[in-house]
């Protein structure tokens, strides 16, 4: 596992990652990067009619790239650290499944969730550990 961490816009990425970020199991989008997700990639009207019961804790792969980490119930709730890494466990198990070796993703939960990136980045780090992932975390 390799952590790499670049100043860099995440959508500008080299094609090979793909991207992950969090939403809330409401599905609303509506503000910071899971609205900029939106807007690019119309995650909502990818989800499919069984997707919507989806739980806290779990990851939703959508448009064949993107990994959607449902880290909580509304979209006005907060994540806890164990709701991203229930989900960053499946979204490793996810990747391990369909051979993907190179994650993107902003600095996850971390935004308007209000996590800290120091606890967020252990995390990763644990979860990640015994794989091949290479995950790059842009920052602006």
Request: net charge positive; with cysteine.
């Given at each position: 596992?390799?952590?790499?961490?670049?100043?860099?816009?995440?959508?500008?990425?080299?094609?090979?990652?793909?991207?992950?970020?969090?939403?809330?199991?409401?599905?609303?989008?509506?503000a910071?990067?899971?609205?900029?997700?939106?807007?690019?990639?119309?995650?909502?009207?990818?989800?499919?009619?069984?997707?919507?019961?989806?739980?806290?804790?779990?990851?939703?792969?959508?448009?064949?790239?993107?990994?959607n980490?449902?880290?909580?119930?509304?979209?006005?709730?907060?994540?806890?650290?164990?709701?991203?890494?229930?989900?960053?466990?499946?979204?490793?198990?996810?990747?391990?499944?369909?051979?993907?070796?190179?994650?993107?993703?902003?600095?996850?939960?971390?935004?308007?969730?209000?996590?800290?990136?120091?606890?967020?980045?252990?995390?990763?780090?644990?979860?990640?550990?015994?794989?091949?992932?290479e995950?790059?975390?842009?920052?602006?």
């Amino acid at each position: 596992m390799i952590i790499k961490e670049e100043k860099k816009d995440l959508f500008s990425v080299d094609s090979k990652y793909y991207l992950a970020h969090c939403i809330s199991a409401d599905y609303k989008m509506g503000a910071g990067i899971a609205l900029e997700f939106e807007k690019r990639f119309h995650i909502k009207s990818s989800i499919k009619k069984d997707d919507l019961k989806i739980e806290v804790g779990t990851t939703l792969f959508t448009n064949n790239k993107i990994f959607n980490l449902i880290t909580k119930e509304k979209y006005y709730n907060k994540p806890t650290y164990t709701t991203l890494r229930n989900a960053l466990d499946g979204l490793k198990s996810i990747c391990i499944t369909r051979d993907i070796k190179y994650l993107a993703m902003p600095r996850i939960g971390c935004g308007l969730d209000k996590l800290y990136w120091n606890t967020v980045k252990i995390i990763l780090e644990q979860v990640f550990y015994n794989t091949d992932i290479e995950i790059l975390v842009c920052y602006l």
